[in-house]
């Protein structure tokens, strides 16, 4: 009876190992994501440098924008997934936008100066302040096509996608000290990685401020 149970037991543990490596073989891993820096990847940006906010006080909202999006590769089919930031201390409120400046020749109104990047305002998209900023504004950017490329991005003149972030901010103020684009070609994913470029002064965040 005991020689027929371990017989028993040794067959099971056979046939267990056998399944696990033949699903082992059957089941490779995923890949992970494929977390990029600019210029590394078939999305990339043209970032404007470190920009402050540097009136203090209670609750603000703040927008931050000129982070130009681009396409590394002409002809990728580059879809936005969503943003993520890195920002501390952390802001009541960060929410993603995305402002889309069409070429000068295609522009309706303004002057030249409305049509400029969008370093730094006070307000919301739509309600910014102490300046205009023409352009359509895109709060939604699940799935937005990249398609403008990133030769002749720079051109004031050419058309441009805006990266724009938009804060609520407390007495601390913050930093963002990083930001996550996740995007994808086809089937395949990534993350593109831009240094923290956003400064809010306040009680905590003083650094050149």
Do not use: N
């Not at 936008?97 to 969008?118: I, K, Q, S, T």
């Not at 004031?156 to 070609?185: C, P």
């Not at 831009?194 to 009680?203: A, L, N, R, T, Y």
């Amino acid at each position: 009876m005991v020689r027929s149970f371990v017989s028993c037991v040794v067959s099971c543990l056979v046939l267990v190992l056998l399944a696990g490596g033949l699903a082992g073989c059957s089941l490779p891993e995923e890949k992970p994501d494929r977390q990029h820096r600019i210029d590394a990847g078939p999305l990339s940006a043209l970032p404007p440098g470190v920009r402050f906010h540097r009136e203090t006080g209670g609750t603000r909202l703040v927008t931050f924008g000129a982070v130009t999006l681009c396409s590394a590769e002409s002809g990728a089919d580059i879809r936005l997934d969503g943003v993520r930031y890195q920002a501390e201390p952390a802001p009541l409120v960060i929410s993603p936008w995305l402002r889309v400046v069409p070429a000068a020749v295609h522009r309706d109104g303004g002057a030249p100066f409305d049509w400029r990047p969008l370093l730094v305002a006070t307000g919301y998209p739509g309600h910014l302040r102490g300046g205009t900023w023409l352009g359509t504004y895109e709060k939604d950017v699940a799935d937005f096509r990249v398609d403008q490329v990133c030769l002749g991005a720079s051109d004031l003149d050419s058309r441009r996608i805006e990266l724009v972030t938009a804060l609520k901010v407390g007495r601390q103020g913050t930093a963002v000290k990083k930001m996550f684009v996740d995007y994808h070609v086809g089937e395949t994913r990534y993350t593109l990685l831009i240094p923290g470029q956003q400064v809010v002064c306040g009680s905590v965040v003083k650094s050149a401020c």
